[in-house]
């Protein structure tokens, strides 16, 4: 792919573009039309999402107005009690939630919020932003259905340094009042087949939906660039091995497209012998990595592809936080790409993701060693990936999709 088109690409799509969102739909069909100008078949696949829009979030501490964002899909409702700042997940610390509105740091996991709810909170903060930076920044999250597992309590999230301030003055009552429309809408999958010579294929995906405050550029407009000029290339230079690309929406919902992709493909999944996934390559900085949820042969092979070939990469075994891990959960041997990035030099989840954080070099090193590892995947006799998962995988992939707690 010319650097013209990469940088092109990285232009056109510098805005928000959460899933479920008009503007998801216009990078979905964008990416449609930019694989059809490249002589590729696209398509577009929907699914349902949860939705909802904001109508009142106002949150008060000690009579002072603090400004937040009302959390999605987590019910209407208002609420007052005594805060409580979470600064542990044990029992003792949990039962102290009892009654109050719970203040924490970190996202809002699931075992996190059940324990809350077992132990009585009535209500939540979070908080993101960093306390160094000069902005006020507030993602606007949301109440996942299987965290919340239809029990709703009201919740906000605020900026790191109202959080500060109400720790540091020890805050005594907030009140949440939280009101919003909840309903079904759509995301959707971008899909587009290379036929290879024989039906099994190789899946490719990258996500290509943001967060409430991302352009997106290196988380995953990158990742998406890294498909597209994989297809070109494989179209051109017929394959074994078929393949399919799956350009992901909703990924920062949750995997939504990944796992919508997987329910309703199932039986066509018997056919994948790999899946590998492209999630934020090609930065200024970072160490590139290779997260293999597979035999451990496959990481193996990668190092020695990486000396061979001469290209810098550390290959691991384990679940990535990405779409890889729905299809590595209906046993398809699955590996996740990534420049990996300190978050001082490359943030993501913020409006400091965008093109200024990216390479055209190294994008191209980078799709180029995904491209020789897939061309000897795809070419090989037989692939030489063991289509099964691991022991010690699956049970990580139990604890990452939350059918067993994680121990310790």
């Not at 930019?34 to 398509?43: Q, S």
């Not at 509105?101 to 075992?111: H, N, S």
Request: hydrophobic share 35%; proline share 2%.
């Amino acid at each position: 792919m010319k650097n013209e088109l990469i940088e092109k690409i990285f232009a056109d799509t510098a805005y928000v573009r959460t899933g479920g969102s008009a503007d998801e739909l216009r990078a979905a069909e964008y990416l449609k039309s930019t694989c059809e100008e490249l002589g590729l078949d696209a398509h577009l696949e929907s699914f349902e999402v949860d939705m909802a829009t904001i109508k009142t979030a106002v949150l008060t501490v000690d009579g002072r107005e603090i400004p937040c964002k009302g959390y999605l899909c987590a019910g209407s409702g208002e609420v007052e009690a005594p805060i409580y700042y979470l600064t542990d997940d044990d029992k003792y610390s949990m039962s102290l939630c009892r009654g109050k509105i719970v203040i924490f740091d970190g996202y809002l996991g699931a075992w996190k919020y059940r324990d809350m709810l077992e132990n009585g909170a009535l209500g939540f903060i979070s908080y993101s932003g960093n306390a160094n930076y000069a902005d006020r920044e507030i993602d606007h999250r949301e109440l996942r259905s299987y965290v919340s597992e239809g029990n709703k309590i009201p919740g906000v999230n605020i900026n790191a340094k109202d959080a500060i301030q109400i720790i540091n003055s020890d805050a005594k009552i907030a009140k949440i009042t939280l009101e919003q429309d909840e309903y079904k809408g759509n995301s959707q999958n971008v899909i587009v087949d290379v036929k290879g010579e024989r039906d099994e294929q190789i899946i490719f995906t990258a996500h290509y939906d943001t967060t409430s405050l991302s352009q997106g550029a290196y988380d995953n407009m990158s990742g998406c660039i890294g498909l597209i000029s994989m297809a070109e290339y494989f179209s051109k230079n017929k394959p074994s091995y078929s393949m399919r690309f799956i350009f992901c929406g909703s990924e920062e919902r949750g995997l939504l497209g990944s796992k919508a992709y997987c329910a309703s493909h199932e039986e066509e999944l018997k056919n994948a012998v790999l899946l590998i996934n492209l999630d934020m390559i090609g930065t200024i900085m970072g160490k590139f990595i290779a997260c293999a949820t597979s035999e451990m042969q496959l990481v193996h092979y990668i190092s020695y592809l990486g000396n061979e070939l001469g290209f810098q990469v550390r290959p691991y075994q384990g679940v990535y936080s990405s779409d890889s891990t729905p299809f590595a959960d209906k046993g398809v041997p699955a590996v996740s790409f990534a420049r990996a990035a300190n978050g001082d030099v490359a943030t993501i989840h913020n409006s400091y993701d965008t093109l200024a954080l990216m390479k055209t070099s190294h994008m191209q090193k980078d799709i180029e060693f995904i491209t020789a590892f897939a061309s000897r995947m795809a070419n090989a006799v037989n692939c030489p990936v063991s289509r099964e998962i691991p022991d010690n995988m699956k049970e990580s992939l139990d604890e990452y999709l939350l059918r067993k707690r994680k121990k310790g």
